[in-house]
């Protein structure tokens, strides 16, 4: 993206459409939130767009706005914050396929991580071979 001006967008937009072979001519709707380089009346690119398409309307999106909404009521309730930062966690971990194997290694070795689970042994998939953990 070249800049972020209303003008700069459009012209982006316009580049990729051509790319695609496709017109803006033919498009019958677009949609933003209301941040102003997007949706200003007078040079944003919705009124660009309208400019080359009249017949192409614009539709408030409110995904922005809803987004904020679920920020602040998780925000407000700490079971739903330490969840949700639980999740984070979590996610964050298995991501990292280095340290699922270093936990199942170690689980492996651990007492206690034997007495609730029937998995005899963990088996990590590598070019083709399999190999215990």
């Given at each position: ?6 003008e700069?967008?459009f012209?982006t937009l ?7 072979s496709?017109?803006l001519?033919?498009a019958?709707g677009q949609?933003y939130?209301g941040?102003?380089v ?10 660009l ?7 192409c309307?614009?539709i408030?999106t409110?995904d922005?706005?809803?987004?904020l909404v679920?920020?602040?009521a998780c925000?407000?309730?700490?079971a739903?914050?330490?969840?949700f ?5 979590l ?7 280095e ?12 007492p206690?991580?034997?007495k609730?689970t ?5 088996r990590?998939?590598?070019g083709?071979?399999t190999?215990?953990?």
């Amino acid at each position: 993206m070249k800049e972020s001006s209303a003008e700069g967008l459009f012209n982006t937009l316009q580049e990729i459409l051509k790319e695609s072979s496709l017109s803006l001519k033919d498009a019958v709707g677009q949609s933003y939130d209301g941040a102003s380089v997007m949706t200003g009346k007078y040079i944003g690119v919705k009124t660009l767009v309208q400019q080359v398409n009249p017949q192409c309307i614009f539709i408030w999106t409110f995904d922005h706005v809803r987004n904020l909404v679920i920020m602040e009521a998780c925000g407000s309730s700490l079971a739903a914050k330490s969840l949700f930062g639980a999740l984070e966690k979590l996610y964050a971990f298995f991501r990292n396929r280095e340290s699922v194997v270093t936990f199942l290694k170690r689980s492996k070795r651990n007492p206690i991580f034997n007495k609730f689970t029937d998995h005899k042994e963990y088996r990590q998939q590598d070019g083709g071979h399999t190999r215990k953990l």
